[in-house]
């Protein structure tokens, strides 16, 4: 069934809700309303992406009905050296939400993966657009299966939930509710507080055997910078911090 959007905006009233029944992209246009000056909490919706944007240009499969698919304006104030720790507060979020509204606990892998048992159940991206940041937010909720041969093998609520379909709007209500908490706490407690966080939900921070995607380098992982980019001690003892791309689990798939 398409959205209630009735039923989410009567629920938040404090964000400007914008729905399509099919959109190409919601970050597109939730840039296009950011460089109009929409305001902090202003949400873009759609029921189905036919062209949906995963990281590095990859798409994010957006199959009517099953997911959420939608993007947030975050109106932080933050420098721009910071900014970075904006895709951990929305993956915060995201975990935040499915754990109130399924009762499942999240892995986060840096920098913006949500896990369910290491298979991808929620995707964000971010993007700065007049200093605005733009969160796009990918959840599986009712899939029931997906296609072989993804780069991270993926899962769903209902997966998850030994075939328990989830009401969308609910999820929907819970991650604006969490996106707001978690920019509440940058506003009053800084960045540091994000990374800390960050730090305690996902095992991938500290002491993980990894990959660098783009580099094909092994290390361990070493926490987090005051920015919230990783920091990794190659096999050599050298630290590097990651400022781009994402990491792996060594000697896996996924």
């Known amino acids: 069934m398409p959205l209630d959007i009735a039923h989410i905006q009567a629920c938040r009233p404090q964000n400007r809700l914008h729905y399509w029944e099919s959109l190409g992209s919601t970050m597109t246009e939730a840039g296009r309303l950011a460089a109009a000056g929409a305001p902090h ?26 997911g959420i698919y939608c993007s947030v304006l975050l109106r932080l104030s933050l420098p721009l050296t910071r900014m970075p720790v904006a895709s951990l507060l929305v993956g915060l979020a995201a975990a935040g939400a ?56 993926a899962t769903s609520l209902r997966m998850e939930s030994h075939g328990e379909v989830y009401p969308r709007e609910s999820i929907i209500v819970n991650l604006l509710v969490s996106l707001e908490e ?11 507080a994000i990374c800390r966080c960050f730090a305690e939900a996902s095992s991938y921070v500290t002491n993980r055997r990894v990959i660098i995607e783009e580099s094909g380098a092994t290390g361990v992982t070493c926490g987090l910078d005051e920015n919230g980019f990783l920091l990794v001690r190659y096999d050599s003892g050298q ?16």
């Open 41 to 66: 909490g202003t949400a873009v919706l759609a029921n189905e992406q036919t062209a949906g944007l995963g990281r590095l240009g990859r798409s994010w499969i957006s199959e009517p009905e099953d």
């Open 98 to 153: 499915i754990h109130k509204s399924a009762n499942l606990v999240c892995d986060l892998r840096w920098p913006n993966d949500v896990l369910i048992n290491e298979r991808k159940v929620a995707g964000i991206l971010t993007h700065l657009v007049d200093g605005c940041v733009v969160a796009g937010i990918g959840i599986n909720v009712n899939q029931r299966s997906f296609e072989p041969g993804l780069r991270t093998a």
């Open 182 to 192: 978690f920019c509440e706490i940058v506003a009053a407690k800084g960045p540091a």
């Open 239 to 254: 630290v590097e911090r990651i400022a781009a791309g994402g990491i792996r689990p060594r000697n896996s798939s996924a």
